[in-house]
């Protein structure tokens, strides 16, 4: 498919006689004529949508199952597309617009709210969209133009990540919570909490409380994860008051305990304003943990 109209740029040959020179081509042409007006900017989204949705990152907010009872399906997402590409390439199309099936196009923010879109998938659209127009044969300068577009939406579109996402969602807490545990048990005043025979006949292994720590601390930093829950062994974590129960763990110790998770925490590259959010959710704690 080519996409630059060659309407208004075909050399137009004079006579071949008295050895005049052929008239040079028209190249006063707009963003919207080098990409054929409206009918080559719907083969261009065509296309892109195309290549976009063959990315499982991306797939899912083309589906509208993902923002029920107000989503445009496939076709008038499309068409959404191509009034604001024709009306930020100098086109007559207005936008927002109603297209078919009476549906309105949404502001960019309005359009994403709830959608969770990080900057790597967004930064991704755009490079598959990229691609696709330099592979149907826009010009750089143009796909560069077009780039610059879609990136001034990226604001609009994109939805910052959340404290669980920031500590790398569960593969992350994990990895703290790990790292957490290791310095925690080189204390001796913390490290026999951490020992099973403290709470025998009803206790979890180290590996069942770090499990516990890692859905606690995922359900508190917005994660899917649930709490209390079941973990390896068939073992349900408990409520904080009922898993200190009889340990007579004081304050200074609970107080302690934090400082080394914060401290952990920060030495994994953690930021301040995180640490401090997870030291208030572990503080929240106190009273059911301390005797």
Do not use: W
Request: with cysteine; aromatic share 4%; hydrophobic share 45%.
């Amino acid at each position: 498919m080519k996409l630059r109209s060659t309407l208004l740029t075909v050399a137009l040959l004079a006579p071949a006689c008295g050895g005049e020179e052929p008239t040079p081509p028209v190249t006063n042409t707009t963003l919207y004529q080098r990409l054929g007006e409206k009918a080559g900017i719907a083969g261009a989204i065509d296309a892109i949508v195309a290549a976009e949705v063959m990315d499982p990152e991306i797939a899912a907010f083309f589906a509208p199952p993902s923002t029920a009872g107000h989503t445009p399906n496939v076709a008038q997402i499309k068409e959404c597309l191509v009034a604001q590409v024709a009306n930020a390439a100098g086109g007559p199309e207005q936008y927002p617009t109603t297209v078919s099936g009476g549906f309105t196009c949404r502001s960019m923010v309005a359009a994403h709210a709830g959608l969770g879109i990080s900057a790597t998938v967004f930064d991704k659209f755009v490079m598959i969209a990229a691609n696709t127009l330099t592979a149907a044969g826009v010009a750089p300068a143009d796909v560069t133009t077009l780039g610059g577009v879609l990136n001034s939406t990226k604001g609009a579109v994109v939805t910052p990540p959340n404290l669980y996402q920031r500590l790398g969602g569960n593969s992350g807490i994990k990895g703290a919570v790990d790292a957490i545990v290791a310095a925690e048990v080189m204390e001796p005043d913390i490290g026999a909490f951490f020992a099973p025979a403290l709470m025998a006949g009803h206790t979890p292994s180290a590996v069942q409380i770090k499990e516990c720590l890692v859905l606690q601390i995922g359900n508190a930093a917005g994660g899917p994860e649930q709490y209390p829950a079941m973990v390896s062994g068939g073992f349900t974590c408990r409520t904080m008051a009922a898993a200190h129960a009889g340990l007579g763990i004081s304050a200074a110790t609970f107080d302690k305990f934090v400082m080394i998770a914060a401290n952990t925490l920060t030495g994994l590259g953690v930021s301040a304003e995180d640490v401090g959010v997870l030291g208030g959710v572990l503080n929240s704690t106190k009273p059911d943990v301390t005797r």
